[in-house]
């Protein structure tokens, strides 16, 4: 029984796959088997039969990642399951230093970087998080998720109606029972960003995080949880000053007048801000 089931949804992956499982290969541990889940994508994945001997492939009727992860968790052997998208990849060390730091917590994650199409990447910290915190405004790499397959058990695995926040959703449901994580700080995981990344469908990822989070809200009320409550519609507050920042930034690329409108819905205040801040610096380059 190997150490790591490691799990890759593939739908369509073109060359990013490769990518992907070179960086699952290429690990200084070899403690690990990995299913990849062809999703039911028009692109032929017969290659991936006779790519490595600790790979394995299963295909399934087309049904999103979610349905694809857990259907990885039910072929999984072993106890620990880690999670890599078809177009991020690991740095050689991830799974080796995740297994020692993981000790009897029930996961573990770790810092990455954003790593954008012309080359620059942005630095995401690993911080320790909680319960209330990740209500508030938690965010983890789920491609840098390492997890005991009993914890993702207790809570059902993955919500399949989630397109977007299911990896958040999975983190709190996982938080709210008490489960204990192990960050670490090292830089082990890259996410690519790229035009096909589904995250950037923005106004449907603050749908999911809202409906999340009502669903938390409810629950603490249930409970007359007063700091769950608040700390629920505080998660509220920043999700729609996010993704009102999200709408900005793709009225400034597009100029179209709906992300625009979408901005100032969900956060009027800093939307007119931006706007002002945007004239100023305008009026500027007019000047020089």
């Not at 029984?1 to 990518?19: D, F, K, S, W």
């Not at 990849?36 to 600790?54: F, R």
């Not at 049904?63 to 106890?79: D, E, F, T």
């Not at 449907?204 to 249930?222: D, K, P, Q």
Request: hydrophobic content about 40%; proline content about 4%.
């Amino acid at each position: 029984m190997p150490a790591v089931t490691i799990v890759i949804p593939a739908y369509n992956p073109g060359p990013l796959l490769n990518r992907a499982l070179r960086s699952v290969v290429e690990q200084t541990t070899q403690d690990w088997e990995c299913v990849v889940v062809d999703d039911g994508g028009e692109e032929a994945l017969d290659w991936l039969d006779t790519y490595h001997p600790q790979v394995r492939r299963f295909r399934q009727t087309n049904g999103g990642v979610s349905i694809a992860r857990n259907q990885a968790l039910l072929l999984a052997s072993s106890p620990l399951v880690a999670y890599l998208d078809q177009d991020d990849e690991w740095v050689p060390e991830k799974l080796e230093c995740q297994l020692a730091r993981l000790g009897d917590a029930d996961l573990s994650y770790t810092a990455f970087v954003w790593v954008r199409s012309d080359g620059s990447e942005q630095l995401n910290e690993a911080p320790a998080i909680d319960y209330m915190q990740f209500l508030r405004e938690g965010h983890i790499c789920l491609s840098s998720l390492l997890v005991r397959r009993t914890a993702l058990g207790c809570v059902g695995g993955f919500n399949q109606l989630l397109r977007v926040q299911q990896d958040y959703d999975l983190m709190l449901r996982l938080l709210a029972v008490g489960a204990r994580s192990a960050p670490l700080e090292q830089v082990l995981t890259r996410c690519y960003l790229h035009a096909g990344n589904v995250s950037r469908d923005y106004q449907r990822a603050l749908w999911e995080r809202l409906h999340i989070l009502e669903l938390h809200e409810m629950e603490a009320a249930r409970r007359s949880d007063a700091a769950a409550l608040r700390a629920a519609r505080e998660g509220k507050d920043v999700a729609r000053r996010l993704y009102a920042a999200q709408a900005f930034t793709m009225f400034r690329k597009e100029r179209t007048p709906m992300h625009l409108g979408r901005a100032f819905m969900w956060s009027p205040a800093e939307t007119s801000a931006e706007l002002v801040r945007a004239a100023r610096r305008h009026k500027i380059r007019i000047g020089d």
